[in-house]
């Protein structure tokens, strides 16, 4: 007898909550990527049947279970841990604001943590001025191929900074800076945070200046003026 496609639907609904909470846990703990923790999660829950197909969980299932994970697990650090990312993050957007940048990411919705670097995107014609910029700001940096998202993405520029002293964040934060053609603003940003709880700014994807300042002021007691 065949099995009854209700309960297999739900079966496999199940099977991909387990795979995204592993997923969350990989991700709150040891900082991976999506990416990476899924590929975990999948051979951390179904071992040698890892590559049974419906298993692997979207990315918004994983961010909903990364939340609760979040709320049960790291509520007494992750908060501050947050602020903080949030706060280097504005400075940072400052220094670089004659390129008009946007936070992205997990630090603008949210699910940042410790781990979690800063991702700003610069909407702005020429790389090599950012580049330049960073120069005469004493930074070093490496660059990295745009990959998949080369028509929008001229380049992308990382490096590390300081985290400040009892912040609970690791030694040092990773910045990331993608810089696109100013046009790419034109586009809706992907992966919006749904959680209807948020905050108006941690939904919107992404978020220039005024808004991380809105954001700090009206989540955290230190507020968008602080400089960490």
Not at 51 to 60: E, K, V
Not at 79 to 101: G, Y
Not at 106 to 128: E, F, M, P, R, W
Not at 203 to 213: D, L, Y
Request: with cysteine; glycine share 8%.
């Amino acid at each position: 007898m065949s099995e009854n496609p209700v309960r297999s639907a739900v079966r496999g609904d199940d099977l991909k909550t387990a795979v995204a909470a592993s997923a969350a846990r990989w991700i709150a703990e040891e900082g991976c990527d999506y990416a990476t923790a899924k590929r975990r999660a999948v051979r951390e829950v179904l071992g040698e049947a890892a590559g049974a197909l419906g298993a692997m969980p979207d990315n918004a299932l994983v961010e909903s279970e990364l939340r609760r994970y979040l709320r049960l697990f790291a509520a007494d650090s992750q908060p501050a841990q947050l602020a903080t990312l949030r706060r280097l993050a504005l400075r940072w957007m400052r220094r670089l604001h004659e390129f008009n940048p946007h936070l992205v990411g997990a630090v603008l919705n949210g699910t940042a943590t410790g781990h979690s670097g800063i991702h700003l995107n610069l909407y702005t014609d020429s790389a090599k001025d950012v580049e330049i910029f960073l120069l005469n700001q004493s930074q070093s940096f490496d660059v990295r191929d745009a990959g998949p998202n080369a028509e929008t993405t001229q380049e992308v520029l990382e490096f590390l900074i300081r985290a400040p002293q009892d912040s609970g964040l690791d030694g040092a934060v990773g910045v990331t800076l993608s810089v696109m053609d100013p046009v790419a603003l034109r586009v809706a940003p992907a992966g919006r945070a749904k959680d209807p709880d948020l905050h108006p700014v941690e939904r919107a994807g992404r978020a220039n200046v005024s808004m991380v300042e809105r954001l700090l002021a009206e989540t955290d007691p230190q507020g968008g003026g602080s400089t960490v």
